[in-house]
């Protein structure tokens, strides 16, 4: 028995980047397949999170020291080289989430150029605002880059963005990493994926609820 996972997902996201490299394995053993889903995480924040950029505002005080520590800690943890914050934090992504949705269709290929621009960003502090270096980074990746881009700025891709973005707010989302279990079980961020975990096996009856 299967259990389907969709992750929406911004790149822009340190913790959306370690969920995932941790989600893969996690539902590759749990016998769960991922549907990959590109939102645009600033039009989550102004329709239902907006406190998120209080936050930011005290870069110096103790939860932000914390929460830079804890970044570290999980990316050793993970296995996952994290080079953050970069000179292009916060970055806008909407350039890359509209290259995402033009690959969306195709998932192996949206999951390869995901891998390479999370590596890109938060590896070698790319700016992923730039459409050539998004061009690079899909060149490098296998991809015809500039074909690529040129369809990212389709209406339809500009489109998909939109909807995936609403239809991640319409379900109860309010950041990146989203992530549903079985359609309308919502959990969020990779602190989150053990219960993801559990999640699945109780939905393929190896747990109790």
């Not at 600033?42 to 406190?51: I, K, P, R, T, Y």
């Not at 998909?160 to 309308?184: C, K, Q």
Request: with cysteine; charged share 25%; hydrophobic share 45%.
């Amino acid at each position: 028995m299967t259990t389907p996972i969709e992750f929406f997902f911004d790149l822009s996201s340190p913790w959306t980047c370690l969920a995932f490299h941790n989600i893969r394995p996690l539902a590759a053993e749990e016998r769960a397949p991922i549907t990959w889903r590109p939102i645009l995480v600033g039009g989550v924040f102004n329709a239902v999170n907006q406190s998120v950029y209080a936050s930011r505002e005290d870069a110096t005080g103790p939860k932000a020291r914390h929460f830079g520590k804890s970044l570290k800690d999980w990316a050793a943890w993970s296995g996952v080289p994290m080079n953050f914050p970069s000179p292009h934090h916060p970055v806008r992504s909407v350039h890359a989430m509209r290259l995402c949705c033009a690959l969306e269709d195709d998932q192996p290929a949206l999951e390869r150029f995901a891998d390479a621009a999370f590596a890109a960003y938060f590896g070698d502090q790319r700016n992923l605002d730039d459409p050539e270096v998004l061009r690079a980074i899909a060149d490098e990746a296998g991809f015809d880059g500039a074909a690529l881009i040129a369809q990212s700025q389709s209406d339809a891709a500009k489109a998909r963005l939109r909807a995936n973005t609403d239809e991640v707010i319409e379900r109860g989302g309010f950041g990146s990493p989203s992530i549903f279990v079985r359609g309308d079980d919502l959990y969020f961020g990779n602190d989150e994926l053990p219960l993801v975990r559990r999640a699945i096996r109780v939905a393929q009856g190896r747990a109790e609820a």
